[in-house]
């Protein structure tokens, strides 16, 4: 009887690493971000590194070497950014923290906490390079969907699979590929979303509405904790 009822407790916080609900939550941190370091952190998107190589390949060839280099740095953050959440991962970490998710979900807590302190007035390359490290390590650690390859924090492949998808499921009445489709579609709609709001409250709020993502993060893993503390309920009974 109380196996049966842990087993509903999971059942209603389903917040596993590879769930919608915190798909959900963490696509709204990544939509959110790109909003806030282009409307007020010097109109440039920090998530994804295309833009940055592309700027810095058009600045080299114009001659403009220093301001290649500047957008070379998030780039070298971003791998860094990759570099530590593989470092997470590892067996000999288990010493330290109980499981790699939650350790990336408050480390990306901590240092946009940090972020919401940095005035209008310092350069802005220090908060770009700041949102590219915690950005790729949430790509790294958070890649699976329900069993598939997913983005939190850029939607150009996610759009792609929603719409492999959503071809499949019509030519083929396939019942998985409908549900991949929708899968998809509610983490490009948070994403969305989390645009919209990082837009309109950097506007109106300044620099401190990054704590609005934060809070967001702070609800991901109170959340996450408590579906692995059903979890461990459930193995003890």
Not at 79 to 107: H, N, T, W, Y
Request: proline residues 2%; aromatic residues 8%.
């Amino acid at each position: 009887m109380l196996t049966l009822k842990n087993e509903r407790k999971i059942g209603l916080c389903n917040f596993t690493s590879e769930s919608v609900e915190l798909g959900m939550l963490l696509a709204i941190v990544g939509g959110f971000l790109d909003a806030y370091t282009f409307v007020g952190r010097g109109g440039v998107f920090a998530n994804a590194q295309t833009g940055n190589v592309v700027l810095m390949g058009i600045e080299a060839a114009t001659g403009e070497w220093g301001q290649a280099l500047l957008h070379a740095v998030p780039i070298l953050a971003f791998m860094i950014g990759v570099v530590v959440a593989e470092m997470i991962k590892k067996p000999s970490m288990c010493l330290f923290m109980q499981d790699s998710e939650r350790a990336v979900l408050i480390l990306e807590t901590v240092v946009l906490f940090i972020v919401g302190f940095i005035p209008y007035t310092s350069p802005s390359i220090i908060v770009t390079v700041a949102v590219s490290f915690v950005s790729s390590v949430q790509i790294s650690s958070f890649r699976k969907l329900v069993g598939s390859t997913y983005s939190t924090t850029m939607v150009t492949g996610n759009l792609r699979s929603a719409t492999q998808e959503a071809y499949i499921a019509f030519t083929k009445k396939d019942d998985e590929s409908a549900r991949r489709t929708i899968r998809y579609s509610t983490i490009n709609l948070s994403f969305l979303a989390g645009a919209v709001l990082g837009g309109l409250l950097t506007s109106f709020i300044g620099v401190k509405a990054v704590w609005i993502p934060v809070v967001v993060l702070i609800c991901s893993i109170i959340l996450f904790n408590s579906e692995r503390k059903d979890k461990n309920a459930n193995i003890e009974i």
